[in-house]
């Protein structure tokens, strides 16, 4: 397992500064690592580190996202309103769409497969959009707009909504019946995630007061172990409660740093996001590499030219369902632009189920995991290089 850790941190972090030092994002190295690492290709990494990997995964997410919270200004949400929750959902749906319309010419399988397949596919990258977002926001780009903010908002709630509907989907491609009471989950999952965060969020936050009353001040590094062994129990409700009740885990601790921000000082919590952000630096080795030893490459070279189309044709209606939720908006030509391609990344999601239709012996299993393959291949480096070299151009900085 050291050796493995060793090979993720070092090869890692240094295909990440090569890929840097020649102006392309730091991820396209990493993912490149884990690939190459993976047991598909060389085979070097430990099974104990593959057994682990999506709990690692997830880790180095809620590190993000807990950054993320703590560099929100929810002020500034709710100036966004409505677009920020059209976001969450619209896009998706848009590209499901498109997936339901073109799959069954294109590549064969019938229309609940074909919406298995868009399902799997049509959900945004947190790991490659929230961070990108967070940047924006600390560097003041388009945040007079609140643009990032309503990105990183929608990316937020968009796997929820598709991770639900993956399941009536593959339900129904089982032979099942869908529930209509399946749907309910994602308003549920959305309402009890946040305010299981927020309350989170305020008793930390009295925690945190009330030692300060006492003189016994709590340092930043205890507060930044406090936030992520909660942060880490809300993720762990959302599974024990799942029989009865859906919660969204990632909601919650997006919602606790938000409070945590709201109540404390502004000196405390920009503090703390700063040793969030550098508990990043490893957390993003760890996570990007990993997603790239999930993914199964064997399976581009059967998924062929008709898959390929296939994405670009989907990545289409997703342009369209974001246009659609910016209707309305102060947003320019050129804001809006940025948003579509701030929508594009896929990577976290699709590695995580993109296996699962396979697993369940579905005869659409190969070909959703071979496309899962290309998406995350073609989207995670073009949306990734497309918001870092376009963001100066599209966007405007806050005066």
Known sequence: MLLSLAIIFLVGLSAAAIFER?????IIGMLGVGIAASPYVLDLLDSSILGISPELRQIALIIILIKAGLSLDLSDLKKVGRPAVMMSFVPACCEI??????APLLLGVDRIEAAVMGAVLSAVSPAVVVPRMVKLIEEKWG?????PQMILAGASCD???????????VTMAQGGAAKVTDLLDIPVSIVLGVL????????????FERSYQHERKIRNSTKVIILLGLAFLLMSIEKLVKPYVAVSGLLAVVAMACVVKLRSESKVSSRLSAKFGKLWLAAEVLLFVLVGA??????TLSAGSMAILMIFIALAFR?????????????????RI?????????????AAIGSVPLSLGLPCGKIVLSVAVLAILITAPLGAIGIDRSYTRLLSPEK
């Open 338 to 350: 940025f948003c579509v391609i701030a929508y594009l990344p896929k990577a976290t999601v699709q």
């Open 319 to 335: 342009a369209v369902g974001v246009s659609l939720c910016l209707l309305g908006t102060e947003l320019n030509a050129k804001e």
């Open 97 to 102: 769409v498109g997936y339901v319309l073109f």
């Open 143 to 147: 945040t007079h707009k609140s643009i």
């Open 196 to 207: 299981l965060g927020a309350a989170a969020g305020y008793l930390i936050y009295l925690m």
């Open 159 to 169: 796997d929820i909504f598709v991770i639900v509907l993956f399941s009536t989907f």
């Open 294 to 299: 999930a993914v199964d490459v064997r399976y």
């Open 22 to 26: 020649i102006g392309l994002p730091r």
